[in-house]
């Protein structure tokens, strides 16, 4: 059975990591993603790394093909316009200004593709007094709130690790692309689709973007802290949460406090919360008596309880194997490596991912799949259009 995109064609020019990863979720459905790499490569690729090849690369462009074009030049573009004449979607994270210089824009494009879904995605929009102000992770997070949020605790903000908002803003460029794929089968149609990082960075705060006139505007919007949170243990940390009256009671039996599971000055999560400063102390005492690990056994099913662990422990654990979330790929470069498995899981026409490709390795391929002759391609690469 095909996968949900198969055949659909997407002409991916992002870079870093938002977009990238946006696109290579179209692929764990079965979107063709053609990356469309400038001379230089994808910025990420010159990032520092451990290995020969960028870990975040490698781990953002998976199932997609890699071809150099350099859109700055004449010939580059007139080799994109017949890409695009044969693709359904392209996506950019360039400025709003800059896809109009290169002659890139959705009406230029739509020209040669009328029911073309293009996707740009911004740092902070398409209009307002910021639309061309460089927006990255760190930069949004700064600006709508999140490190404040973050660093509240210690009266400092904090940028959060992980690039959180280029992750959950890929979720939008894939949701708003597969949206569009919806409408244009239903009429035909192609339009813009406009992520941002912005957007992105309040959605993250859905819960807390809330203002009822009649109360401060600094008011504080998060759920006070509670006792539940990372313990340490005899050996390792633990993360441990009971909000449920059941969670709560399994705690109590586990820890070895049986008073508390019934005393009624704690049979609401409000009322343990306001007794957290009493509460505290006795989970913290009661779990170094075992390891991290022999408490999550222990808890498993019962109280929601995890031992606190790296990244690293991930590529062996048998939840993981499980769900598939761990293949093996060879790179020509580092050879075999372990990285993610599909994010998106259909159970329809399941096929695997591909590693991230290296800088222009499919040009040639994927230049003569959209029609393109020996001779054209060999001009192309003489002038430097292509590489």
């Known amino acids: 059975m095909a996968e949900s995109l198969e055949g659909v064609v997407v002409l991916d020019l992002t870079q870093y990591l938002a977009g990238p990863y946006g696109c290579a979720l179209l692929g764990d459905v079965g979107a063709d993603i053609i990356k469309i790499e400038p001379p230089s490569g994808d910025m990420t690729r010159q990032y520092p790394s451990s290995l020969e090849e960028v870990r975040s690369f490698l781990g953002v462009n998976r199932n997609k093909r890699s071809i150099v074009l350099d859109l700055k030049r004449a010939e580059g573009r007139a080799a994109f316009y017949r890409l695009v004449e ?20 959705y009406e230029t494009l739509k020209g040669h593709r009328d029911d073309l879904i293009y996707c740009s995605l911004t740092g902070y929009g398409e209009s307002g007094p910021l639309r061309d102000h460089p927006g990255y992770d760190t930069v949004l997070q700064c600006f709508t709130g999140l490190a404040a949020m973050q660093g509240g605790a210690i009266g400092q903000p904090q ?19 597969m949206s569009a794929l919806i409408h244009r089968l239903r009429t035909g149609e192609g339009q813009h689709v406009k992520p941002s990082l912005l957007r992105s960075s309040i959605a993250l705060q859905a819960g807390q973007f809330i203002w009822a006139k009649s109360e401060p505007r600094n008011v504080d919007r998060w759920w006070p802290p509670s006792y539940g949170g990372i313990y340490p243990t005899k050996e390792g940390h633990v993360f441990l949460q009971a909000t449920t009256t059941t969670f709560w009671k399994n705690l109590c039996k586990h820890l070895g406090f049986p008073q508390l599971a019934n005393d009624p000055r704690c049979d609401t999560y409000n009322k343990r919360t306001a007794l957290k400063d009493e ?49 093996e790929h060879e790179h020509p470069r580092i050879g075999k490596y372990l990285s993610m498995g599909k994010a998106i899981q259909m159970g329809v026409g399941d096929t695997p991912t591909t590693r991230a490709p290296m800088l222009g390795e499919h040009t040639d391929e994927v230049l003569a799949r959209f029609g393109f002759r020996d001779d054209e391609i060999s001009t192309l690469r003489s002038n430097g259009a292509i590489a």
């Open 86 to 105: 044969k693709a359904d979607v392209v996506v950019h994270n360039f400025r709003p200004s800059v896809a109009p210089r290169l002659g890139i824009d």
């Open 159 to 177: 940028v959060m690790s992980g690039s959180i908002v280029d992750y959950f803003s890929a979720t939008f460029v894939t949701m708003g692309i």
């Open 279 to 327: 509460i505290k102390p006795l989970i913290s005492e009661a779990l170094m008596k075992r390891t991290a690990l022999e408490w999550e056994q222990l808890m498993l099913g019962e109280v929601p309880c995890i031992a606190v662990r790296s990244i690293g422990d991930m590529f062996d654990h048998p939840q993981l194997l499980a769900e598939g979330l761990v293949v």
